[in-house]
């Protein structure tokens, strides 16, 4: 079965700083992966996925993260977060091919945007 | 345009009392998933389902039931309740194929 590892649990960064946060996965073999934000008392929505093709995959809100297949890795990036990034993020994986394996979430990762 | 809606938000229940977490979906996804969220946890899948009239288990399953009677509802059934259970439910759904799941704002169960 599938796992996701996501390195750090906090995060805290400097507002117009850049931010990387971690995510590992376990298997090599085709996978879908996934980047969601949860905002304070709300669901999770999609910030970005790879499911094929390009490995540098853009997202909303200025994010975007590198598919490294040889690392299994997914790291999510922003070259300058804003107060409003503040949030938590989860990274998550599927099994690829069909897309109908329900998703794997990591524990996510609390950033905290420092004025 | 709703997508994704559950019911209650909020409850507070006693030990050994049983409740109905409500979901419905207006997207007509085929999928249907129950999750719950615990603080430094992330997400544990509880119960799926891929189509009416079926479902299935997913990491966490103990104490609660599922059923999908239609395409939109997905309710989630805990019978006695423990404080274990004490979390934060997702419902979500996604369309057959697509990896992207849509998620509900959450409903806050707290068993005292």
């Known amino acids: 079965a599938q796992s996701v590892t996501q390195l750090d649990s906090q995060v805290p960064v400097f507002e117009e700083a850049p931010v990387e946060l971690r995510c590992n996965y376990s298997s090599s073999v085709s996978v879908y992966l996934f980047w969601y934000v949860q905002y304070p008392n709300q669901g999770l929505q999609l910030l970005l996925k790879?499911?094929?093709?390009?490995?540098l995959v853009k997202g909303i809100n200025g994010f975007e993260a590198e598919f490294n297949k040889s690392q299994t890795s997914f790291h999510l990036r922003k070259p300058s977060v804003h107060i409003s990034d503040t949030a938590e993020y989860f990274c998550a994986v599927s099994d690829g091919g069909s897309g109908n394996t329900p998703l794997v979430f990591g524990k996510g990762t609390r950033l905290s945007v420092i004025a | 345009n709703a997508g994704v809606t559950q019911t209650p938000k909020f409850r507070i229940l006693k030990i050994g009392q049983s409740m109905t977490l409500q979901c419905a979906q207006d997207m007509n996804h085929n999928y249907m998933y129950w999750y719950r969220q615990d603080p430094g946890m992330g997400l544990k899948l509880i119960y799926y389902?891929?189509?009416?009239?079926?479902?299935d288990k997913g990491e966490v399953p103990n104490g609660y039931n599922v059923s999908r009677s239609t395409t939109e509802d997905f309710p989630l059934r805990l019978e006695l309740a423990a404080p274990s259970q004490t979390s934060v439910y997702f419902c979500?759904?996604?369309?057959?194929?697509?990896?992207?799941?849509?998620f509900g704002e959450g409903s806050r169960l707290t068993v005292l």
């Open positions: 979500a759904s996604k369309r057959q194929g697509s990896g992207e799941l849509f």
């Open positions: 389902s891929v189509g009416a009239g079926i479902t």
């Open positions: 790879y499911l094929s093709g390009s490995t």
